[in-house]
């Protein structure tokens, strides 16, 4: 019955969305949290694996996974883009900020999508956990296609970097946003009065 009521609480949410267009409220949310996403991604950074201080984790993609769980997956569409424009005009330029985007849309877009269908904690275990396997095999992909281009490394150089760099990497990037993420979820969505 509990998961009836999900269903009708997250119906009126898209009725809403889509006969009067976003409230005033929704835009100004999805304004401060692309804001505070943005803020994480240009000045918190921190290493998280030993030995390759390169890669440096941001907790970006926590702030974009709530926008996604909470308000839906078209705000956690237009967090897991907007936030990271920045990045153009910063050292990783227009290559940092696509793989940045393909990084957190993978991750968000599914999680929000499932959660959205199944607003209960099993929806959010299962939206999570396919948001970060979808992540991870994007991240892959794309450090195969895009390294090469941004850093002027060869395929074979990056492909040798996968086990032991870039898969711990993002799999320890995409556990943090997920494992937070569902901590917070309920304390978080309260205060933003969802």
């Known amino acids: 019955m509990a998961q009836n009521s999900s269903f009708a609480s997250g119906d009126r949410h898209s009725t809403t969305t889509s006969e009067n267009g976003w409230s005033t409220r929704r835009i100004a949310m999805t304004a401060l ?100 396997v979808v992540s991870v095999a994007v991240c892959i992909v794309m450090n195969l296609v895009v390294t090469p281009i941004y850093a002027r490394m060869s395929v074979s150089d990056v492909a040798a970097l996968i086990v032991p760099a870039l898969l711990p990497f993002n799999v320890a990037k995409v556990a943090i946003n997920c494992v937070v993420t569902a901590l917070i979820l309920e304390p978080v969505s309260k205060a933003l009065g969802k």
């Open 33 to 132: 949290l692309c804001a505070v996403a943005a803020i994480c991604t240009l000045f918190v950074e921190v290493p998280i694996v030993p030995g390759v201080a390169w890669l440096k984790y941001d907790p970006s993609g926590i702030v974009a996974l709530v926008a996604g769980l909470v308000f839906g997956p078209a705000t956690g569409a237009v967090v897991s883009i907007v936030s990271y424009l920045p990045h153009i005009a910063t050292a990783s330029g227009f290559w940092g900020m696509l793989m940045a985007v393909a990084a957190t849309f993978s991750l968000v877009m599914p999680a929000a999508l499932v959660y959205h269908r199944d607003h209960s904690r099993k929806g959010l275990v299962i939206g999570l956990a396919i948001g970060a």
